[in-house]
């Protein structure tokens, strides 16, 4: 095959100097390649290292080792003909939305009324004809990452860079503004060559991609890579799209087997200080024990289909199946979720014997609970303020990372009565909920 390769990486890794002065390695020996004419998609969950890598080629950073090369050239600093879009663009406000998308151009040192033609056009293409003149905040959150797209486009990249570019937008916005991104390029309108796009989102990933690289965490690596091979426009609904979803759900539940066998014990991913945590409702966990344990399930069931049979995405449904998994109420393999003893348990209990056994696998199983509790327990007046824990993730993940975790172990210590937070105060505390 005579393809034409854009981007090469090769043998990259990334590591960050941590605070007490070890190195975090977020990305370790990432392999990729991105030909002319190709979608491709990184998946995996948070803190796997995809935006890390993004930011490496746009040589906004660099590798501890390895290479990236772009057309050939090594990058060092940000390539011209590379854009990025992100999860939401900061627009100038006093800026009208033409100005804003002729930002995009104004280093590129071209002629005034080149600047002009080729804005206009690219807010033509991207469906923002009739409002040049208008200001953000007179546009809805689909209209502004138009224009964020229209500033990204309007270089004429050959690559561009997608960081989750739809997450913000509610899910219709966030369709129309896919669809129309997808024709354009279907029909060879959109100037750039590749594309290469993050998303936490498994149907996003197979509507868009022509290639699929799952993510693992810890460090950050490619599990595996999945082609997927359906005309576009693609449909949800068609059995050929389900059985490709599924086969990422397989590979994505079958991290464990990937792992070099001298940390496969750690059958079930573990939660260090570190670890960032997803934000579940009790309620949700509860309510997917439920559903598992009932029949025609009684405690073994097929994602996709439990995901189908609660009215979930199955996109919805993954985190709170790994949050289960990580408390040890179930166990995710080859794509299906099995209850443990204590899940099936948990699903039987009323809601005091409920709570309780959340707060013994809260306590057992996630490190940051059991360490808010010790504190807790050690501090005479039994209180701590959210910052004493907050600094010290920010040692680990980034602030707005820290700050998901710390919600999300607020909430379930709440379930749980094993320590409660005072949000006025924003003091932890040991009263009785
Ligand atoms: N500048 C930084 N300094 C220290 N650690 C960082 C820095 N940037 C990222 N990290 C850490 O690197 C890891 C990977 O982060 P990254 O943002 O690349 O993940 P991600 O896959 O994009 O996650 P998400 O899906 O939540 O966006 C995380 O543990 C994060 O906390
Ligand atoms: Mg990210």
Request: proline residues 6%; hydrophobic residues 45%.
């Amino acid at each position: 095959m005579d393809q034409v390769s854009l981007l090469d990486i090769h043998e990259v890794r990334k590591s960050f100097p941590k605070p007490d002065g070890g190195e975090l390695l977020v990305l370790d020996g990432i392999e990729l390649t991105l030909h002319e004419g190709e979608i491709v998609g990184l998946l995996g969950r948070s803190g796997s290292g995809k935006s890390t890598l993004l930011r490496l080629i746009a040589g906004l950073s660099s590798p501890a080792s390895g290479s990236v090369t772009y057309l050939g050239q090594p990058v060092a600093g940000p390539p011209e003909g590379i854009a990025m879009v992100f999860q939401s663009f900061a627009l100038f406000p006093w800026l009208t939305v033409l100005e804003n998308v002729e930002i995009g151009l104004e280093a590129l040192g071209l002629p005034r009324d080149e600047i002009h033609r080729r804005a206009l056009s690219a807010i033509d293409m991207i469906g923002l004809d009739g409002f040049e003149s208008a200001y953000p905040r007179e546009l809805s959150g689909g209209m502004r990452q138009r224009v964020g797209f229209a500033r990204a486009l309007v270089v004429h990249p050959n690559i561009i860079l997608m960081d989750e570019p739809f997450s913000a937008l509610d899910i219709l916005t966030a369709e129309t503004l896919r669809t129309d991104f997808l024709d354009l390029w279907a029909e060879g309108q959109l100037p750039i060559k590749g594309v290469l796009i993050v998303t936490h989102n498994i149907e996003e990933a197979v509507l868009m991609c022509d290639r699929i690289l799952v993510f693992g965490s810890n460090p950050g690596r490619i599990l595996t890579e999945i082609a997927v091979d359906l005309p576009q426009p693609r449909s949800r609904l068609d059995p050929a799209f389900r059985e490709v979803v599924e086969r990422i759900y397989v590979a994505m539940t079958a991290s464990d087997a990937a792992r070099p066998p001298e940390t496969r014990a750690e059958r079930f991913p573990g939660t260090g200080i570190g670890t960032v945590l997803p934000r579940i409702s009790s309620n949700l966990l509860s309510g997917l024990l439920e559903a598992v344990a009932a029949p025609p399930y009684d405690g073994e069931a097929d994602l996709p289909v439990i995901a189908a049979a609660l009215y979930m995405e199955i996109d919805d449904l993954f985190p709170v199946a790994e949050t289960l998994q990580m408390l040890r109420f179930a166990e995710l393999v080859g794509g299906d979720i099995r209850l443990s003893v204590e899940g099936k348990q948990f699903a039987h209990a009323d809601l005091d014997a409920r709570k309780q056994l959340f707060a013994r696998h809260l306590l057992s199983y996630v490190a940051l609970a059991a360490h808010i509790r010790r504190v807790l327990d050690e501090r005479p007046d039994h209180r701590a303020p959210w910052s004493r824990f907050s600094d010290e993730l920010e040692d680990h993940m980034s602030p707005d990372a820290a700050e998901r975790t710390l919600r999300a172990v607020i909430s379930w210590g709440r379930f749980g009565e094993v320590f409660a937070y005072d949000d006025q105060t924003q003091m932890f505390n040991l009263e009785n909920p």
